[in-house]
T-cell receptor, first 114, second 117 residues
Framework: AQSVSQHNHHVILSEAASLELGCNYS??????LFWYVQYPGQHLQLLLK??????LVKGIKGFEAEFIKSKFSFNLRKPSVQWSDTAEYFC????????????FGTGTKLQVIP | GAVVSQHPSWVICKSGTSVKIECRSL??????MFWYRQFPKQSLMLMAT?????????EQGVEKDKFLINHASLTLSTLTVTSAHPEDSSFYIC?????????????FGDGTRLSIL
């Protein structure tokens, strides 16, 4: 079955530390990949997306993600986190291009300590 | 950017009543809308996909007669939880996309917290 895995459930970092959140999916076909962020008390917002082309994708607020097809991964990174990055991060995958259904990972709660 | 409005944001009602949740795309035509359910400390689970002018497609395990979805226009989809019971208490989130534009991400509403007493 098609699935999305986020192995880090809760991450605690100090400000200025580097961040990498893992995301893996199980599907051999074409995928569209997303990272969404949910700040406390707010709705989901799109952080970045990958459809095709350069596997290194840059998003808003200094975030980037790399699609590694051979590893079925789409990890999220940020070189230096800020307290304002405290939020929950969801990886999401569309398992067939052009078909809108999206499957979400279980989410990673990031807590940045000042 | 694209805005999706969801109403109400919070509703508390007695067991046995029906509750309607609205999802509106404010500045774009949403031919496809999605309804998700999020349990505490869990991810979003897709309940159904709603296409304007046609019947919704429900995910496995979601009761069609329990969760009625109507997508009567390009800007409005409604989810009605019929004869709600405490186990239906959850956070319901809608999202919308303009399906005619392929490979577009979904835009999410703020969600509705449903509490059944």
């Amino acid at each position: 079955a098609q699935s999305v895995s986020q192995h880090n459930h809760h991450v605690i970092l100090s400000e200025a530390a580097s961040l990498e959140l893992g995301c893996n999916y199980s599907y051999g076909g074409t995928v569209n990949l997303f990272w969404y962020v949910q700040y406390p008390g707010q709705h989901l917002q799109l952080l970045l997306k990958y459809f095709s082309g350069d596997p290194l994708v840059k998003g808003i607020k200094g975030f980037e993600a790399e699609f590694i097809k051979s590893k079925f991964s789409f990890n999220l990174r940020k070189p230096s986190v800020q307290w304002s990055d405290t939020a929950e991060y969801f990886c999401a995958v569309q398992f067939a291009r052009g078909y809108q259904k999206v499957t979400f990972g279980t989410g990673t709660k990031l807590q940045v300590i000042p | 950017g694209a805005v999706v409005s969801q109403h109400p944001s919070w509703v508390i009602c007695k067991s046995g009543t029906s509750v309607k949740i609205e999802c509106r795309s404010l500045d774009f035509q949403a031919t496809t809308m999605f309804w998700y359910r999020q349990f505490p400390k869990q991810s979003l689970m897709l309940m159904a996909t709603s296409n304007e002018g046609s019947k919704a497609t429900y995910e496995q395990g979601v009761e069609k007669d329990k969760f009625l979805i109507n997508h009567a226009s390009l800007t409005l989809s409604t989810l009605t939880v019929t004869s709600a019971h405490p186990e239906d208490s959850s956070f319901y989130i809608c999202s919308a996309s303009a399906q005619k534009i392929l490979d577009q991400p979904q835009h999410f509403g703020d969600g509705t917290r449903l509490s059944i007493l």
